[in-house]
């Protein structure tokens, strides 16, 4: 599966690269994702760049950790050059909330960065949290996959 990373303005690069998008790789196959072919992309935003977008896709008020747009319309699909791989999903995620929660949630910020990252890729497979039971079952499957991929020491943050 192709996984793109992309910055939002000003943002600083992550610490390695590579090592976070091995482990999003990963935990995209421990999910079930397919893609037909077409890349993820991996977004990290600044706080003000998730807070308008949360605003304006989910009509909510300041920043969230993590927003996953699937892109897989058939119609989109079949007008893209049959050259270039389409994106077939993005996933946006702030590593300034990812550092604010590690600590409240027991974690590294680069772990929590992934379990973003999951959490993410579990919407994109028909997941959903919308009621407290399907939030368990989310969070359970979540750290499962976390803890199957994630390295002790991860460090990427």
């Known amino acids: 599966m192709k996984i793109s990373l992309a910055y939002s303005s000003g943002l600083p690069e992550l610490a390695n690269e590579e090592l976070f998008l091995e482990l999003s790789r990963q935990s995209a196959l421990e999910a ?3 893609l037909q072919g077409g890349i993820l992309q991996l ?3 600044d706080v ?3 807070s308008r977008l949360n605003a304006l896709h989910l009509g909510h008020e300041g920043p969230t950790d993590v927003i996953s747009y699937d892109l897989r319309s058939e119609a989109a699909w079949q007008m893209l050059d049959e050259q270039e ?3 077939a999903a993005e996933i946006y995620l702030c590593p300034a909330i990812a550092k604010e929660n590690a600590a409240l949630y027991g974690n590294s910020a680069s772990k929590e960065l ?3 990252a999951i959490h993410g890729m579990l919407h994109l497979c028909g997941e ?3 009621d407290e039971e399907e939030r368990r079952a989310m969070q ?3 750290e499962a996959i976390l803890a199957k991929i994630a390295p002790p020491n991860c460090n990427f943050l």
Do not use: H, N, S, T
Request: aromatic fraction near 4%; glycine fraction near 4%.
């Open 128 to 130: 959903d949290d919308q």
């Open 48 to 50: 003000e760049e998730m």
């Open 140 to 142: 359970r499957k979540q």
């Open 32 to 34: 079930g994702l397919r």
């Open 114 to 116: 992934l379990l973003y």
């Open 85 to 87: 791989p389409p994106i």
């Open 43 to 45: 977004i990290l935003l």
